[in-house]
């Protein structure tokens, strides 16, 4: 079961994301706030392109400086103490990526749970038991 404080984001990330979200409505899809807080991927290589594939792509960082710290927050807060952000982490380091990109990919989850809870204006509800 996920408990309330699984479910929290702290009063100053709230307050963050509200400013800078602003209507979540005007996003049609989770690929515009992604976007609009910068957190996609965008490829950075040079003339040797493919030579290390998990190098040559990085965040973008092109999007809203403020959102995407409150994201990173949230992601490192969510490792620590989120069983759904943690078991994300999990399993991207179990791919082999880096520990920030592993981040980098929490910033998103994070991103698409928040996204997800606020458009719909529900809680965000525990995982269906398996027991």
């Not at 408990?3 to 979200?21: F, K, M, Q, Y």
């Not at 976007?35 to 594939?53: N, Q, T």
């Not at 989120?82 to 990109?101: C, D, E, F, T, V």
């Not at 989850?109 to 269906?128: C, E, N, Y």
């Amino acid at each position: 079961m996920v408990s309330e404080e699984d479910r929290r984001v702290g009063p100053a990330t709230a307050a963050t994301l509200i400013a800078e979200i602003g209507d979540i409505a005007r996003f049609e899809s989770l690929d515009k706030p992604v976007a609009y807080a910068g957190v996609h991927p965008a490829e950075k290589s040079s003339g040797e392109k493919g030579k290390d594939p998990e190098t040559s792509w990085s965040m973008s960082k092109a999007g809203n400086a403020h959102l995407r710290t409150a994201l990173y927050q949230m992601a490192i807060v969510g490792i620590t103490h989120s069983p759904l952000i943690r078991a994300h982490y999990a399993r991207k380091r179990a791919q082999g990526k880096s520990k920030m990109n592993a981040v980098g990919h929490c910033m998103k989850k994070a991103l698409a749970i928040v996204w997800g809870v606020w458009r719909s204006g529900l809680d965000l509800a525990a995982p269906p038991s398996t027991a």
